[in-house]
């Protein structure tokens, strides 16, 4: 067993009084034990002015102050969620219901396809007891993934329940460049009289939920115009109608 000196006194401080200094060095476990220091005075204060009661009190109701906070957001969280999973909002249905083409030329060579399109297309809030609010919506036409006619706006609005809304935009295109590819495809499709020419919805919407708004949403739609050449009403230019069936569309929040 290795040896222990006893304590021994190795100081006094001649102020006011903290108590005795010792110092017991044990030589097994190298270490030096400071005894004598844990009767400082309470009301002794820090560099700062405060005492040690105080910066406790303080420390307190700071956690207090944050607790309350934190359960403030927890429960505001929570009223929102229950309320969300409540009504459970449903994506609004688009569909494409006409589909006029009033020009649809390929320019051989320089693949430069100019189009005038009028589209008809419809919107119907399925909620009960949601409304939705419509921002920056504009409409295009793409043949394969490549744009073809120059965004058209649409009118912004509000849209309540089980309302439907309706809207009859021009769609042009002139001289728009096609890639390689793409203008050999078109051509394809015009000589087998059948061309599937999309027509898709950008834009923005939020929910409505009595006096509370949502945030932004974005919302795209996608509606599949298959156009089939009709060769029983050819037009005064020499041209034919396409025919088109009223289609669903894909819509995206």
């Not at 229950?82 to 688009?94: A, D, E, N, S, Y």
Request: hydrophobic share 40%; net charge positive.
């Amino acid at each position: 067993m290795a040896n222990q000196i006893s304590p021994r006194k190795v100081g006094h401080h001649s102020g006011p009084q903290f108590g005795m200094l010792y110092i017991n060095y044990r030589s097994s476990a190298r270490f030096v034990t400071v005894q004598g220091f844990d009767r400082l005075p309470m009301s002794e204060k820090n560099d700062l002015g405060y005492s040690d009661a105080d910066g406790e009190r303080r420390r307190r109701l700071f956690i207090w102050m944050f607790g309350c906070f934190l359960s403030l957001v927890v429960l505001v969280f929570f009223v929102v969620l229950v309320v969300w999973l409540v009504l459970r909002p449903i994506r609004p249905l688009f569909y494409l219901q006409d589909n006029s083409v009033g020009q649809l030329n390929l320019t051989a060579g320089n693949g430069l396809l100019t189009s005038v399109l009028q589209v008809t297309l419809s919107s119907r809030n399925p909620n009960d007891r949601i409304g939705i609010y419509y921002h920056d919506l504009v409409a295009y036409t793409r043949y394969r993934g490549q744009q073809t006619t120059a965004a058209a706006a649409l009118p912004a609005g509000y849209q309540g329940h089980n309302d439907v809304t309706v809207w009859s935009p021009y769609l042009f295109g002139g001289g728009v460049p096609l890639a390689t590819d793409l203008s050999a495809a078109l051509s394809q499709d015009q000589q087998a009289c059948r061309i599937l020419l999309s027509v898709h919805i950008d834009g923005r919407l939020r929910w409505k939920v009595g006096a509370w708004t949502s945030g932004y949403f974005h919302l795209h739609v996608n509606c599949p115009g298959f156009l089939v050449l009709d060769f029983s009403r050819p037009s005064d230019a020499g041209s034919y109608y396409y025919r088109f069936q009223n289609t669903r569309c894909k819509v995206d929040v």
